[in-house]
């Protein structure tokens, strides 16, 4: 029986990587915040794309600590040699290519790192418990598996504008059509369960802002940027034609400007151990 390969639904375009990266510097605060890294740690950041959380970590890691980032997309990895250019952590974060579903760990690394942490990956592979038995794998007895991931359906905007729900399905069937699972955030216990790992903790990190907030308009883009992607997967228009689209297009920016404006979003955050 052939293996069904992951899917990445987003793609890695310059454009794309902009979005990602802005959407990085929206998230990590409140990531590191959660890990309370207390350091010296050694890490394993599965599915590391453009590196900027593997960076952070190894700050928050300190001189004697070091991350590990596997990344499957050979441009990603490319674009976070580059970034890391002007970091002075740098060289305490190693990239290397690989799949999350098939770490390319050697044999005196598994069983040795003391967090493996994924973001954002396991929405995107058909067996995300193959992804968190691998982590459970890597880390040495006692050591942390950190699962970040979405569940799509807590997604909210207030006012809401006309057939953004409809677009917002049809991106979440994006991932269904390719085997994957838009609301696996709800599953990440279970998972850490699944996986052999002792369950410590959840919780929800809240991904969102309103009108007032400086850093609303980013919030808007990317929501935007992921819609419009969805939009674009869509050949025969079922969920808007040029019109509609220009439309919700007017609309959203005329929701943007309001000052009762919201979005409502929050990422699943789950964290286990590995048993003795």
Request: hydrophobic share 35%; glycine share 10%; charged share 30%.
């Amino acid at each position: 029986m052939t293996e069904r390969p992951s899917n990445y639904v987003h793609g890695t375009t310059p454009e794309e990587q902009r979005r990602l990266s802005m959407l990085n510097d929206l998230l990590n605060r409140t990531s590191l915040a959660e890990l309370h890294l207390s350091g010296g740690e050694r890490i394993l950041d599965v599915g590391s794309g453009l590196g900027q959380m593997a960076r952070g970590m190894a700050r928050a890691a300190g001189p004697q600590g070091s991350v590990l980032g596997i990344e499957r997309s050979t441009e990603q990895i490319a674009e976070a040699i580059r970034q890391a250019a002007q970091d002075a952590s740098a060289g305490r974060v190693e990239f290397r290519a690989g799949d999350a579903l098939d770490p390319p760990l050697r044999d005196d690394e598994w069983g040795r790192f003391d967090v493996a942490h994924a973001r954002f990956i396991l929405e995107h592979v058909p067996d995300p418990l193959r992804v968190v038995r691998g982590m459970v794998r890597a880390v040495r007895p006692g050591g942390r598996i950190v699962l970040e991931d979405d569940d799509h359906e807590v997604f909210r905007q207030w006012p809401e504008i006309p057939g953004l729900a409809a677009v917002w399905s049809a991106y979440m069937r994006t991932y269904e059509k390719n085997g994957n699972d838009p609301i696996v955030g709800r599953r990440l216990v279970q998972l850490l369960h699944q996986a052999g790992a002792k369950p410590r903790r959840n919780c929800w990190i809240s991904f969102g802002a309103c009108s007032g907030d400086p850093e609303f308009p980013a919030y808007v883009d990317n929501a935007a940027s992921i819609l419009e992607g969805a939009h674009a997967g869509d050949p025969r228009g079922r969920h808007g034609g040029s019109g509609r689209a220009r439309r919700r297009d007017r609309e959203r920016a005329r929701v943007g400007k309001r000052d009762d404006a919201a979005l409502w979003f929050a990422r699943s955050w789950a964290e286990g151990i590995r048993p003795d």
